[in-house]
């Protein structure tokens, strides 16, 4: 069973860094893509960052120059990360990687939907 597992989440005031990670449980990687989302309350889910199996990326256009996706695959184990610069209160949300089979162009794009989910870290960011 793939489990996905966030952590690094916190508070940052305006202007400051975090760096978010996801480590991939169960899984073996493979030519898959992976994702981060975020989401406020009473707010859609929204994509942030994606990277594809060929390493390609793609970031919505609000966190674009301020936010970077990478992975690594050591050991065995896979670990997704996002660093997050110049951070904004715009940017405080529930904070989900994703996982997609496949080499899916659609995915990075945020059209359509992950297979697994992780169950999400909260960022803060005072102004």
């Known amino acids: 069973q793939v489990q996905l597992v966030e952590s690094g989440g916190g508070s940052a005031q305006s202007g400051g860094s975090l760096r978010l990670s996801c480590t991939f449980f169960g899984y073996t990687y493979n030519s898959d893509c992976m994702a981060w989302f975020r989401q406020t309350p009473g707010k859609e889910r929204e994509g942030v960052a994606g990277?594809?199996?060929?390493?390609?990326?793609?970031?919505a256009d609000s966190v674009k120059g301020r936010f970077t996706i990478s992975r690594d695959y050591a050991r065995g184990t896979l670990t997704l990360y996002l660093q997050m610069n110049s951070l904004k209160p715009e940017d405080t949300a529930m904070y989900y990687c994703a996982l997609r089979f496949g080499n899916d162009p659609l995915f990075i794009q945020f059209k359509t939907k992950p297979d697994y989910w992780g169950q999400g870290t909260q960022v803060s960011v005072s102004s």
């Open positions: 990277i594809d199996a060929d390493g390609r990326t793609n970031y």
